[in-house]
């Protein structure tokens, strides 16, 4: 089975500085990974995906991720935090039938930001 | 626009009462997912569908049940069998060809039950 381990429930970095948000997988095939942003009471907004491509995955509003296979990890990465990024983030990886099956969901890390 | 749609946005219920949760989408995506998400516990997968007429438990789907009687609607009922009702449901979708995509979430439906 799938799962994935986001470390740090909560991560406070100030505005202006570097945004790394961690996320490592287990997974019985080739992942799919995804991150993903949500603001209060509202869904998910992908900020992006790594479908077996390019290792380093650049995304919307600034954030960017690296697969790196030896590690087993997707960890996210944004060089200079601003205020609206205070949000909750969720990695995920697809369940074996490629997604298809759905994705199984980290627990998420709520970022907060310093001004 | 093209979206998903999850109505009512909060939802108040008596303990013991079975309660229908709507999604709806126009987006003409195979396949939908009803999410759980609790506190600190991330989102865990109640059920999908990946074709009309056809679905699959996930992995809390004691106490749910659901029907995909037309391609653009998969609702969700929460049984008077489910333990802790009250969460934060979160509808997905996901477009042709299946493999790889990233899932389109609703706004979500928040449950409370007294």
């Known amino acids: 089975a799938q799962s994935v381990t986001q470390l740090g429930s909560h991560v406070s970095v100030s505005e202006g500085a570097l945004v790394l948000l961690r996320c490592n997988y287990s997974?019985?095939?080739?992942?799919?990974l995804f991150w993903y942003v949500q603001y209060p009471n509202q869904g998910l907004q992908l900020l992006l995906k790594?479908?077996?491509?390019?290792?380093l995955v650049k995304g919307i509003n600034g954030f960017e991720a690296e697969f790196k296979k030896s590690e087993t990890s997707f960890h996210l990465t944004k060089p200079s935090a601003h205020m609206s990024d205070a949000a909750e983030y969720f990695c995920?990886?697809?369940?074996?039938?490629?997604?298809?099956?759905?994705?199984?969901f980290g627990k998420g890390t709520h970022l907060i930001i310093q001004p | 626009d093209g979206g998903i749609t999850q109505s009512p946005k909060y939802l108040f219920r008596k303990e013991g009462q079975n309660v229908t949760l709507s999604c709806e989408q126009n987006?003409?995506?195979?396949?939908m997912y009803w999410y759980r998400q609790d506190p600190g516990q991330g989102l865990r997968l109640i059920y999908y569908?990946?074709?009309?007429?056809?679905?699959q438990k996930g992995d809390i789907a004691e106490g749910y049940s659901v029907s995909r009687e037309k391609k653009e609607s998969f609702p969700l009922t929460v049984t008077s069998a489910q333990k802790n009702p009250t969460a934060f449901y979160l509808c997905?979708?996901?477009?042709?060809?299946?493999?790889?995509?990233?899932?389109?979430f609703g706004n979500g439906t928040r449950l409370t039950v007294t």
């Open positions: 995920a990886v697809s369940n074996s039938g490629g997604g298809a099956d759905g994705l199984t």
């Open positions: 997974s019985s095939v080739p992942p799919y």
């Open positions: 790594y479908t077996s491509a390019a290792t």
């Open positions: 987006l003409n995506h195979d396949a």
């Open positions: 569908s990946q074709i009309v007429n056809d679905f």
């Open positions: 997905a979708t996901l477009p042709g060809p299946l493999f790889g995509g990233p899932l389109h």
